[in-house]
């Protein structure tokens, strides 16, 4: 099992940590200086200590007495730097400070309290991840959340299993999962993890999921949490968020113009200006960034399509790939956060999307007798997501690095996605 950081779980304290990183780095002083780090820590109570009789400056001078592996500031701020390290926040820089904030920690630190800040934190912790002593990376949060969403009732105990992963591949993500339906003291012998490492893992992860409102906890047991989402189409809420829209007569349909792959997915003017369902100003800045990825991924769809003979239509549809000789492609695409909670609300509105724009908006013209509707999503959905779009006729294809991927009908295997050759099937 991989080691993590387990100092403290509170983001109001980690979000004056980062803040005390950034003045010190700005101040030319010594970020990777536990000495240095973890007495500011201290004076700005970040970091507390258990007799509360004393003052700080008598607190760290009792502190300095005792031998270093024993001091529980330096201890606080290791992990606290390998922390904003491994959620992207500072990268090492060069003398003085040794560490500086990247433009995601500027970000946070620049964002005032509310949902946009939730929605950065939860970026930098989907973002996280770990590596051990072999090059293999997985992402304990995302790890976390799927183990939730797949494993509802989940005991808290069981949560360490986030940290277990050598790799985001499903292969060991199913180990994980098998391994979760096991008790407890059966995870500690497979895994070889000791019960204080066993406590230690499950001290910050699902505690700053709860705080962001990703899972709840009753009696022990967790659950994924339905929660609003900002995205490049706006901020989802809850039903009674709502405004009621005006009725809107219906149109003579019609495919948009055509455009060549140097055009599609033009970057959008941004203007704060724009509107949004609640007054949330500093969700813009989040939708910015899922804008910017949706409409990546589009370009690419589009290059893609172009190449393979296929003519290309916009508005109301991210993309429409025409052939009269190959047929008709109609693509929603959608970016992911990487929390199952995003993908599923990703993946409902793409069904309603498909259908209404099917139903509404697509030409007869287009309508050929080989027409597919495709979800064409930034990274790779879980199976699930893929089971549901599938259950509604619709295939799903997604980016593995710079190609586009789907699930083979036949055995459920990857395969490169070929549009021509889908369609002939």
Known sequence: MKNFPHQISDLEKLYSALGIVRDLAQDGKDVSDDGVLGKALARERVYTFRDKTLNIAQALKRENLKPRANRGTETAARDIRRFFQLAGLIVPAARPSHFKVTKAARDLLSTASGEARVELWREALLALALEDEYGRVSHPYRLLLRLVSDAPEIETSKLMLALEARDDSEAEYDRVLRLAKKDVKEILVATAISEAGARNAVKILPALARQLDDIYTID??????????????????????????????????????????????????????????????????????????????????????????????????????????????????????????????????????????????????????????????????????????????????????????????????????????????
């Open 220 to 425: 022990g047991q967790n659950y994924v949490t339905g929660k609003p989402s900002i995205s490049e189409d706006g901020l989802t809420s809850s039903p009674d968020e709502f405004k009621h829209a005006k009725t809107i007569a219906k149109k003579k349909a019609s495919v948009g113009k055509e455009v060549s792959a140097a055009d599609i997915g033009a970057l959008p003017n941004f203007s704060d200006d724009q509107d949004t369902i609640v007054n949330l100003s500093e969700a813009i800045s989040i939708r910015k960034q899922r804008t910017l990825l949706h409409q990546k991924a589009v370009k690419s769809l589009g290059e893609f399509l172009e190449a393979e003979g296929f003519t290309l239509h916009i508005n109301p549809f991210d993309c429409v790939a025409f052939s009269k000789t190959k047929g008709c492609l109609l693509f929603e695409v959608k970016s992911l956060d990487g929390s199952p909670a995003d993908e599923r609300q990703q993946a409902e509105r793409a069904v309603g999307q498909l259908c209404a724009y099917t139903f509404f908006d697509l030409p007869s013209d287009f309508r050929h007798d080989r027409f597919r509707k495709v979800a064409a999503f930034t990274h790779k959905p879980s199976a699930q997501i893929v089971d549901f779009l599938e259950a509604n006729d619709i295939t799903v294809i997604w980016l593995d690095e710079n190609t586009w991927v789907m699930r083979t009908n036949k055995n459920k295997k990857l395969g490169t996605f070929s549009p021509t050759g889908f369609l002939e099937v």
